[in-house]
């Protein structure tokens, strides 16, 4: 993982999981440098004092609308980074996740966005540490072909402004993609091996630019939605991406174990529209959570067992 820009999500959605401590012993042992979180669980913070892990912190999605308050952004900065600060290495804030434009907290999103942004250049963090949003591609309301891109109508209101803030204030989107659930939502048209990497050539021809992943063509496809909303150098950062390992169609143990080698190993490449571009990507998730839900898939895409058994020979 030190030549690979590869993290991986910590999510705690289960009652079996070893200590924090250990959790953080076992990126260590397994070379992982960095880490997402989803909210600012204290144990997990104070594990990761000392461990030179690079952490994604996140904004619970019910703590947004308390937040577009600025002194209890204030607040929520100074007791959950600057409390930890320099000891863990803080590098993104992700204000909510997979919020969408319908959601109570969506008008909230940014204002709080602002409040944390503020509270982080008080502290004088601004360039070590980048505040941001987790989004979902179904904000996407075109994607095929991915030149054909484009935010939906419902959603532009929404995070047009978002990313203007973010180029202003030198972040990247943090976008969550899953071939997986793409594929499962189009088996007709959407082949499995184009889902997995492995497809021979190239599927789909767009202008000149050819695709042989979905991975790619998901990512390029919010390129040309971020090119569109005028924000045509925005970063990406891929703050989730996996494949289930059982519970589902397409869940096995093999598909998944295919699918992290794969995209371990391509991110270094970038995407057609930005090749070379080295894409930092997080792969969902650690553990397998057994109180996720409702799909069973939801379930069973850790990387780990609870028991610290890798399911997987990965060499990232």
Same mark, same amino acid.
């Given at each position: ?20 401590? $250990? &959790? ?27 461990? /030179?892990?690079?952490? @994604? ?13 600025? %002194? ?13 600060? =320099? ?25 709080? @966005? ?20 987790? @989004? ?6 075109? %994607? ?34 899953? =071939? ?32 042989? /992943? ?23 950062? &891929? ?56 799909? $069973? ?8 067992? =609870? ?10």
């Amino acid at each position: 993982a030190q030549t690979r820009p590869i993290g991986v999500c910590y999510g705690r959605v289960a009652n079996n999981l070893p200590s924090d401590q $250990e &959790v953080v012993d076992l990126y260590h042992a397994n070379g992982i440098t960095k880490m997402r979180i989803y909210d600012p669980n204290e144990p997990t913070l104070q594990a990761l004092r000392g461990s /030179n892990i690079e952490l @994604m912190l996140g904004v619970a999605n019910g703590d947004i609308q308390a937040l577009s308050d600025p %002194s209890a952004a204030s607040s929520w900065v100074q007791n959950n980074i600057l409390a930890f600060t =320099p000891d863990v290495v803080f590098r993104y804030i992700a204000v909510g996740n997979e919020i969408s434009p319908s959601d109570q907290a969506a008008s909230f999103v940014l204002p709080a @966005m602002q409040n944390i942004y503020n509270a982080i250049v008080s502290a004088n963090l601004q360039d070590q540490i980048k505040v941001s949003t987790a @989004m979902q591609t179904s904000l996407l309301g075109n %994607s095929y072909p991915p030149s054909a891109g484009s935010f939906a109508d419902n959603a532009n209101s929404y995070i047009g402004p978002i990313v203007q803030f973010l180029k202003q204030t030198g972040a990247p989107l943090l976008a969550n993609v899953y =071939p997986y659930f793409s594929y499962i939502g189009d088996t007709k048209d959407i082949r499995l091996d184009y889902a997995l990497f492995t497809s021979q050539g190239t599927l789909v021809q767009d202008g000149s630019l050819g695709y042989q /992943n979905l991975f790619d063509a998901s990512l390029d496809a919010l390129y040309s939605a971020l090119e569109k909303a005028g924000v045509p150098d925005l970063e990406v950062v &891929v703050s989730e991406t996996g494949w289930p390992s059982e519970g589902g169609e397409a869940a096995t143990v093999d598909n998944a174990s295919t699918y992290y080698k794969n995209v371990i190993n391509h991110v270094s490449a970038g995407t057609p529209k930005r090749p070379g571009k080295v894409i930092e990507t997080y792969l969902f998730a650690m553990f397998d959570e057994n109180q996720k839900g409702p799909a $069973e898939t939801e379930r069973h895409f850790g990387l780990f067992s =609870p028991n610290k058994q890798s399911k997987y020979e990965l060499d990232n």
